[in-house]
C-alpha cells in the first residue's frame, strides 16, 4: 500500500498498524509524535490503528518540554 509520510510516498505491506510502520522505520514508539489524517494517534493507540492506502501520516520524534 502507498502512504504518504512526512510528505513522500512510500510503500508498506497490507494490514500495517502504527506500531508496524514505526518498527520498519526503525522509531521507537516511546518519545515520538504520530499525526494520521490530521488527527493525533495516542501513544496508548499505536498497536490498534491501522495504516490504510492513501493516508498522510506524520511522524516526528517529540522532544518533550517543560
Known amino acids: 500500500m502507498e502512504v504518504r509520510l512526512n510528505g513522500e510516498t512510500q510503500t508498506f505491506s497490507d494490514n500495517l498498524t502504527v ?21 493525533r494517534v495516542p501513544e496508548s493507540q499505536f498497536a490498534e490503528v491501522t495504516i490504510n492506502h492513501g493516508d498522510r501520516v506524520e511522524i516526528a520524534e517529540d522532544g518533550g518540554g517543560g
Open 19 to 39: 506500531a508496524g510502520v514505526l518498527e520498519e522505520l526503525g522509531y521507537d514508539e516511546h518519545g515520538v509524535r504520530v499525526v494520521r489524517n490530521g488527527e
